[in-house]
């Protein structure tokens, strides 16, 4: 019983030490991040034909999500909020969140093939 113990308070405060690590490179990172993409969104006028054609196809994709997975999918990758606070935001289940962002990304995955058939089309 004081293995399992000694294993468990150590696998808790290790665990502990990582999610306090990690907040803080992510706070770290923010304003960089958000600096980059407010400063250096891609201009498609500025893009060459087939990186546009790459970038127009993926934000068409996403355009075309089902209007309740589109706004999570935005929220979260675009908006950065964590799951719990889009949660708040549509006063919804953190886990009903989670579902729906998941299935943004299995639709996106599904068109995902065709955009790496481009990408590989591009580099060739």
Do not use: Q
Not at 16 to 31: F, G, H, N, Y
Not at 48 to 74: G, S, T, Y
């Amino acid at each position: 019983m004081a293995e399992v113990y000694g294993w468990l308070r150590s696998t808790a405060a290790n665990r502990c030490v990582d999610l306090t690590r990690s907040a803080k490179i992510r706070e770290s990172k923010t304003p960089y991040i958000t600096d980059y993409y407010t400063n250096h969104s891609p201009d498609l006028f500025e893009l060459d034909d087939k990186k546009a054609a790459i970038i127009e196809r993926l934000m068409e994709r996403v355009n075309k999500l089902p209007e309740r997975n589109k706004n999570i999918f935005l929220m979260r990758c675009f908006d950065g909020l964590k799951f719990k606070e889009i949660a708040a935001i549509l006063n919804k289940d953190i886990s009903t969140i989670k579902k729906r962002y998941a299935r943004a990304i299995e639709i996106i995955k599904k068109d995902i093939m065709y955009l790496l058939i481009l990408i590989i089309i591009y580099l060739l």
